[in-house]
C-alpha cells in the first residue's frame, strides 16, 4: 500500500460532474469507469423515491445521482476530520487514513453502497415483503463485490436471500465489477459497508478506524442520510431542510482508547445542526415515505407483481426460480415499466393511524401486532376473514392491506466538548440526555403508524359497507387479544420495554386499566425480573474523559439498551463526580458515569419512577456483564 496525502488527494480527479445542489463533484478514473459500467449505468433509471413523482412531479431523482452525491459528502466529511486529526497531530490515526487504499475504499464504498436496488427503489422490496420474499438491497449489493474473495461470506449472503445458486444475470455482474476492482479493494470496501464481514487478508490497524467509516457512510448522521435528505428535499420543492454547512462544521471525533478505534461524534455546541437533520427525517417520513397517495402506488405494485407473478406460473414462494426471478428483476434496468404494465385498479377504502385507538392498551397491541411479521400476517387474516364472512363472499385476492410502521428511532450520538466540565456545569456524552427532541422524535415516529386497506374497483361498495357498517371490530380489546395470544412470553424483549413506557403503560396514575390486564402484566414482570440485575457498571474504573478522547467505553449494542431504559423511566444514566483536576489554572471535573436502577411499587414493592430520584436510587455496582439479545 502506498501512503499519500488525503488533504491532496484531489490531484487524482479526472473529470467533475454539475450537480444541482453541491456544484462540482470531482471522480478519478476507477470511479468513472464504475460510473459507465453497466451494473452502475441501470441506477440511472431506478427512481429515488419510487412513485413520489406522482405526487411531487419534479421528484424524478435517481439512485445514480444521490449515489454519486454520497460519494461528495462522504468525502467532505472524512476531510474535515482528517484536517483536524492533522491539527492536533494525530499521526497514528492519519498514517491509516492516508493509505491510497483506504481512501480509494471509502470513496468506493459511498459511491456503490445502493447498487443492489431494484426498480422503484424501496417499493419493490416492499412489495416482494408483502408477497412473502424478503428482498435486500444491501444484501445484493454484498454479493456483487465478492466475486471469488471470500466464498463462506458468499455462502451466508445467499442464506439470506434463500438461494442455492447465482443467476446468470448476477454472475454477469459480479464478473463485470471484479474487472474493475481489485480483490483488496473489494475487501476493504465490504469492510466499510459490512461489520460483519471478516477479511480474508490482516487488515493490520484498519480496524481502528473501520467502525468509524462505517458510521461516516451509513451511521444517523452519515453521509447517505445527509445526501438523501437534501436531494429529497430539493427535487420534491418541500422546504423543511437543514445546512450541510453547519453540519461539516460540527462533526468532530473521539478516540476509545479502550477499543482502540475512532469515533464520528458532533460538537456540543453544535448539537442544533444535527437536532434539524433528525427533524428533517422525521419530515422526510411524514411527507414522503409514509405519504398515504404512495401507499397506494405501493398497492398497486404488490397487486401487478402478484397478478404477473401469477400468470407465468412463478407463484410459488420458496422455489430458487420465483427468487432468483425476483432478483434478476431487481437487476434489471426498465423491467417494471416495459413488462409489468401497472394500471391503477386499487382504491384506498379505509385508513386507521395509531392515535385512533383512544385506548393506550390497544394501542400497544395494534403496534405491536403489525411490527411483528407472524403477528401482521395472522392479522390481516382474520380482517379479511371478517370481510368474507359479512359479505358471504372470498374477496381474498381482491382486497389488499398495507402498513406504515413507525419505529421509534432513537440516534446513538456522542457529544464532544474540549474542556467538557469546568466547574459546575455537566453535559452528557451521549447526545439524547442534552436534547429532549430526540425521545420525543422517538415516540412521534411510533404515532404516525398506520394500516391502509385498499380493494379493486369492483367490489369497492361491497367492502366499504363492511368497513363503515362495523368499523370498529378491528379496534376492539378481544379481537386485538385474539392475534396478541400467539405471541410467547419468551417473544417479550427490551422493545417491548420500550414500548410500555411509549403507551403509559408503566405508569398506574396513567393507566389504571393496565392491572385488568394480568396476563401481560405477568409477562412484563417476569422479563423485568430476568433482566434487571444484568445492567450495571463500575462507577470508578470506566470515565468519559474528553480531555484525553476516551469515550463511554461500551458498544453501541450497549447504547441503545441503556438508553431504551433510560427512556423507560426504570434506569437512569447520571453523571457522578468523582475526580477533580487542575489544568492549566483551571478547575476540571472529569465525569463517570452510574447507572441507578427505579423500581415499581405495584411489582416489587419499591416506589414508582415518577417518585423524585432522591427517595428511589439504588446503584448497581460490577461492569455490565453482557448485552441482550
Known sequence: ????????????????????????????????????????????????????????????????????????ITWNMLKRIVEQLESENKTEILEILNDDDVIKAVRLAALLHDLGHGPFSHSFEGAMKNLGYKLDHDVISNILLTHNINRRYLISLKSRLKIKKLSNKVKASRTELSNILSPKLRELILCISDLDYECS?????????????????????????????????????????????????????IYDDVYKRLLLSILYKGKESIELLLLTRYFHYEFIANNIFNSKYEAELYHSLKRYFKNNNLNVIDSDEFKNFAIDVALSNDWIEKDLNIKEELTLIHSITLLQFTNFINRYYFYRIIEDDNLRKKFKEKIIEHINNVTGQNLKDKIYILFNIGKPRIPILHNYLKNY??????????????????????????????????????????????????????????????????????????????????????????NKTTFQFSKLINKYIEFKKRNDPKYSLNQYDYRYDPLK?????????????????????????????????????????????????????????????????????????????????
Open 549 to 629: 478522547k476516551i469515550s463511554f467505553p461500551y458498544p453501541t449494542k450497549i447504547y441503545n439498551s441503556l438508553i431504551l431504559f433510560e427512556v423507560c423511566k426504570f434506569t437512569n444514566i447520571e453523571v457522578m463526580h468523582h475526580f477533580k483536576d487542575i489544568i492549566n489554572g483551571e478547575e476540571v471535573f472529569r465525569p463517570s458515569y452510574e447507572i441507578v436502577m427505579r423500581r415499581h411499587r405495584w411489582i416489587d414493592g419499591w416506589r414508582p419512577y415518577y417518585y423524585p430520584l432522591s427517595t428511589t436510587r439504588r446503584a448497581y455496582s460490577g461492569r455490565i456483564q453482557r448485552i441482550l439479545s
Open 421 to 510: 466540565i469546568i466547574g459546575k456545569t455537566k453535559i452528557s456524552v451521549l447526545t439524547h440526555d442534552n436534547s429532549p427532541l430526540l425521545i420525543s422524535l422517538g415516540k412521534s415516529y411510533v404515532e404516525n403508524t398506520a394500516m391502509n386497506i385498499y380493494a379493486t374497483k369492483d367490489i369497492q361498495k361491497k367492502v366499504q359497507d363492511v368497513i363503515y357498517q362495523d368499523q370498529d371490530f378491528y379496534k376492539r380489546s378481544p379481537f386485538l387479544k385474539q392475534i396478541f395470544n400467539y405471541i410467547n412470553t419468551d417473544n417479550l424483549n427490551e422493545h417491548d420495554y420500550l414500548l410500555f413506557s411509549i403507551f403509559n403503560l408503566c405508569d398506574p396514575n396513567v
Open 1 to 72: 500500500m502506498s501512503e499519500c496525502s488525503l488533504l491532496g488527494w484531489e490531484k487524482n480527479f479526472q473529470q467533475y460532474i454539475l450537480d444541482p445542489i453541491y456544484g462540482e463533484i470531482g471522480l478519478t478514473d476507477i470511479e468513472i469507469k464504475l460510473i459507465n459500467s453497466r451494473t452502475f449505468s441501470r441506477l440511472r433509471n431506478i427512481k429515488q423515491l419510487g412513485f413520489i413523482h406522482k405526487i411531487y412531479p419534479s421528484a424524478t431523482h435517481t439512485r445514480f445521482e444521490h449515489s454519486i452525491g454520497t460519494l461528495f
Open 201 to 253: 487478508f490482516d487488515v493490520g490497524n484498519f480496524k481502528k478506524i473501520r467502525y468509524f467509516l462505517h458510521e461516516l457512510l451509513k451511521g444517523d448522521i452519515g453521509s447517505d442520510r445527509i445526501d438523501y435528505l437534501l436531494r429529497d428535499t430539493y427535487f420534491t420543492g418541500l422546504g423543511h431542510k437543514f445546512s450541510l454547512s453547519e453540519v461539516l462544521k460540527n462533526i468532530y471525533y
